[in-house]
């Protein structure tokens, strides 16, 4: 199903307009499709499922487009259109799929790419053998979002540089703990969207930055641990990142962004508050969460954390 799934994303790439290949483009269609509790335009955007799980897949119609003039397809799965939406069930194994949705004309497309899980058994520190830790025995506050995940992406060496949205890789996201693959991941699709609206927020101000640095994604609640970090990080439930702006130079650190001729904390405040600006904006309010201003030290530069926890934390 692999070798099928780079096959039907390759042909997906290649349709895209110039730009996007050519230079930076922010990836969004001319039209959003709704999964479950997601929307958006992204051309691109990675959703995890459970073995077996339905999703309703529907359209935001505007204008003339109706629904019954647009097409989907879908690589696995099965997919079944009814008079206001698809459904989507995801097959019984794990893996990936993707199903694509053409407006009327298609030149234009958005696909969703099915990340399907592989359960994690609370009795067990392990998924195979890759330990994972134990994720805390009831959530936060007893807040939904801190429910623990049912199940996590499987991810094999050739599966690193497969892209999950319009400008980041699953790669880009695992644990940094030792150990061989198969490797274990989660990455939430809004995450995903608050990432892709800074980088297009980046490039809109004349930083030609093709990707944000991820310094840390998820990490498995064995190895939140071992680094010290807070039980019910939001690290753990694969909605949140660390991140950093490394384009002039390259060199593995924090770019200059407030010019005053030093890489310091100062920069990450800088990149924090140019994405304070984008908070007021409606499709903002889909992606609430934190945001974290953090300063170099002997392992690492200045960065800056956000998270879609769905409430609003500053630090």
Not at 46 to 75: C, H, M, N, W, Y
Request: with cysteine; hydrophobic share 40%; aromatic share 10%.
């Amino acid at each position: 199903m692999k070798l099928l799934l780079r096959a039907v994303w390759m042909a997906v790439f290649l349709s895209f307009p110039a730009s996007i290949v050519l230079g930076f483009d922010a990836g969004q269609a001319g039209f959003e499709v709704r999964c479950g509790d997601v929307q958006t335009s992204l051309r691109l955007l990675s959703i995890p499922v459970q073995p077996g799980e339905r999703v309703e897949v529907r359209i935001a119609e505007r204008g003339a487009s109706k629904l019954a003039d647009f097409t989907a397809t879908t690589t696995g799965g099965t997919l079944t259109r009814r008079a206001s939406a698809w459904t989507w069930q995801a097959p019984q194994e794990s893996g990936f799929a993707r199903t694509t949705i053409f407006e009327p004309t298609r030149t234009d497309s958005i696909v969703i790419q099915w990340m399907i899980t592989e359960p994690i058994d609370p009795n067990s520190e392990y998924l195979g053998r890759y330990r994972i830790g134990t994720y805390p025995s009831s959530p936060l506050r007893g807040l939904s979002s801190y429910k623990n995940p049912r199940g996590l992406i499987r991810v094999e060496k050739e599966d690193v540089d497969l892209q999950i949205s319009p400008h980041f890789k699953l790669g880009q996201f695992l644990c940094k703990q030792e150990g061989g693959f198969p490797k274990y991941v989660l990455v939430r699709p809004r995450l995903l969207m608050k990432l892709e609206r800074i980088l297009d927020m980046l490039n809109g101000r004349g930083i030609n930055v093709p990707t944000l640095v991820v310094m840390s994604g998820y990490r498995t609640p064995f190895y939140n641990q071992a680094i010290g970090n807070v039980k019910y990080s939001r690290h753990v439930f694969g909605d949140a990142a660390d991140v950093y702006v490394d384009v002039s130079p390259v060199d593995g650190n924090m770019d200059d962004l407030n010019g005053d001729g030093k890489v310091d904390r100062k920069d990450s405040e800088t990149l924090a508050a140019w994405i304070e600006e984008l908070t007021p904006q409606p499709f903002w309010q889909r992606m609430v969460g934190g945001l974290g201003i953090y300063k170099a030290n002997a392992a690492h530069g200045p960065f800056v954390h956000v998270d879609t926890r769905g409430s609003r934390a500053r630090w």
